[in-house]
Each structure stands twice: as C-alpha cells, then as structure tokens.
C-alpha cells in the first residue's frame, strides 16, 4: 500500500496517516517530493484495507503496490533521489566520481593516491580495508589499520571515504570511519548484512551482484530502504557471461532499466566491470552517455606493485583523461536529456 498525500497536505495531516499505520502495527515511510508527500508501509504481511485511508484528510489517494519493491519504485517517489554525502551530491548536477585504490596497502601508497584524486577536484576517494578475495591466501586488507589510513587521507585532503563493509561483525568499526558504506558484488545478497546497513544513517552503495537480475538487485536495495536507511547509490560493476576477452561484462543497459523502475541514482564500475586498464576510458565514457550518475574507478601509481587488482588500475595520467571525458560527457547528456 502507498498512500498519496494531497500536494496542499499539511504536516499535521501528514503525521496523522503515519500514526494510524503504526497503530495497525506496520511502519510507515514517507518520501517527501516535489510536488506531494507520499508514504510507504512496510511490515504488513498481507494486503491492507484502502479504507483505512481513503477519509483521512490531506490523502488524495491510496493505491495497491503491485511490484515485489515498494520504497525503491519511482511509483513512490517521483523525483530523482539526491544521496547527499557531506556537500557531494550524487544524482544531480555533476558526475559524481569515486577513485582510489582496489586496496588500502601502505600508508604512503594510500597518500599518494589520495593526492592524485584529489588534484584532479574529484571529492570521493575509495578503497578497501577488508577486501572480499576469492582465495583465501590472498591479500584480505589491512582491516582496522587501512580504515585509519583512510581517516588520514580524509584529513588531510579533506576527500570523502568510500569503504567495503564486509560483514555484520565488522559493520560498526566500518561505519564509525566511512562516509559511504560500500557493498561488495559477492554480498549483495547477504540479506542480514544488507538489514544491518539499513540500521545506519551513512550512505551506502550497492553493487549489482554478479549474476543479479534487476528486479534481485532493486530487492537488495528494498531491504536497506525497508530497515529506514534511504541513501542507496545503486553500481552496475559487470556480470558473469560466457565473453573471457573482459572479467565480466559491464552491462549499461541496467541504466535506464533502474532509472525507469526507481528513484534511486545509479553509478558504474568499469573497472571491475572490465578488468583492464585499457578498457576503462572508453566504458566511462559510454556509461555516462547511457546517462549513469557517475563512477568509480580503480587508481594507482604503481599498478605493477598492486596487491589487488593491479592490471584493472588506471594510471594517474589515464585517471586525468577519464575524469575531463566523464564530465563532459555528463554535461552534454545533462543538457540534451528529453526523457
Ligand atoms: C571493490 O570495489 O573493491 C570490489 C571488491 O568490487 P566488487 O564487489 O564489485 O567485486
Ligand atoms: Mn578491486
């Protein structure tokens, strides 16, 4: 059920259908647009009577959801959702850009990198202190310590930290020193992981699983919506196909399929969404042209020293190059765009 405020509603009228939803024993989630208030419910086991609503005043209507989704559906919320982070906004007026290292590997390295990102004006920085690999010899991140690096390279250069959450038991040490609360391809359906993220207030980005459907990975945003946390960045980062010329395929048609069902902005990875540092350039390019609202990018100095992922890392000269293509290329779409 989604209950449709008139546009004239008052707040008090507003906090009257949020109280009768709690009295029914279910929780209420009211987005606020543009132009009108509307309000989710979540907790209802089956479907509720529209006439619990229909004669409150300030209601113009309460319609039946029919998608698996709710808080997620444009269908709730209209207008384009803006994830604020500090004073970046992501999901209107500029690309939002999100560079760094795979991993947090040395203190000086993760400096470095830092000021490389932050020269090119770019204002999200990203890199892993627990790193999700499939062998378990592995590199597996330098935990607490790389989340104090990062602490210091917010500090002094005064970039936005975008970290993986690994796991439940790891979420509070995460979220007490990210900015954004990333999570990985392999946990997008970790659904106890995905209802503790939603507990947080800190923003958080979702990466498309890798052989995630659309409506699975709107789901997994439904479930971190549904716990009351609404700052979800959706990521497209490629998906497991038969092509081996490419890690994974890096499938932009998931763009506008988002944008069409939610609100929610949605970014791209062409790093791991490619695997070769060759490739990166031009799937940017063509992300943003397919109207995605920014991406994030692997960097490094010394790829061919990396611990993770050296071969995906853009050179600092390449990451110049991308970021001057990427806003341009945003800029025309932004001025262009009918849709
Ligand atoms: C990452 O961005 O650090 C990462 C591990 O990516 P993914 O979860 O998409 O593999
Ligand atoms: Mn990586």
């Known amino acids: 059920m989604l209950i449709v405020m ?7 009228q507003v906090d009257e259908v949020l109280q009768v939803i709690r009295d ?8 606020p647009g543009q132009h009108r208030t509307a309000i989710g419910i979540t907790g209802n086991p089956g479907s ?32 384009d959702t803006v994830v604020r982070v500090g004073d970046v906004e992501i999901g209107r007026g500029a690309p939002a850009i999100i560079a760094g290292p795979c991993a947090v590997e040395t203190y000086e ?18 890199g892993g202190a627990f790193k999700p690999r499939t062998s378990p010899y592995s ?44 999570i990985g391809t392999r946990n997008m359906q970790n659904f106890s ?12 980005m979702l990466k498309r699983g890798m052989s995630a459907t659309l409506e699975e990975f709107l789901l997994a945003a439904e479930y971190i919506m549904a716990e009351g946390n609404y700052n979800v960045i959706m990521c497209e980062r490629g998906v497991r196909t038969f092509a081996d010329h490419t890690r994974n395929t890096l499938d932009l048609s998931i763009i506008p399929a988002v944008q069409n069902r939610s609100h929610l902005p949605i970014i791209v990875d062409p790093s791991h969404g490619t695997g070769k540092r060759h490739k990166v350039i031009p799937m940017a390019r063509a992300a943003v042209a397919a109207g995605a609202d920014g991406i994030m990018v692997e ?5 061919e020293r990396a611990l993770s992922d050296g071969p995906q ?20 779409i932004a001025e262009t765009d009918v849709a």
């Open 299 to 303: 960097v490094h100095n010394h790829p």
């Open 109 to 126: 390295q993760t400096m470095e990198i830092g000021e490389i990102v932050a020269a090119s004006g770019v204002k999200l920085f990203r």
């Open 6 to 12: 008139k546009p004239e509603a008052t707040d008090a």
């Open 24 to 31: 029914l024993g279910f929780t209420p989630h009211p987005m």
């Open 193 to 204: 992981l995905l209802r503790r993220i939603g507990q947080s207030r800190k923003p958080v």
């Open 313 to 332: 890392a853009l050179l600092p000269h390449m990451f110049q190059q991308l970021v001057a293509d990427v806003q341009a290329i945003y800029k025309v």
């Open 48 to 79: 509720i009577d529209p006439a619990h609503f229909e004669f409150l005043s300030g209601v113009a209507e309460a319609i039946r959801v029919t998608k698996p989704y709710k808080l997620v559906s444009r269908d709730l919320k209209h207008d």
């Open 139 to 182: 590199f597996q991140g330098h935990g607490l310590e790389g989340l104090k690096i990062l602490a210091a390279v917010r500090e002094q250069f005064g970039l936005k930290i975008v970290t993986e959450v690994l796991d439940t038991e790891t979420a509070d040490m995460v979220e007490e020193y990210a900015d954004v609360l990333q």
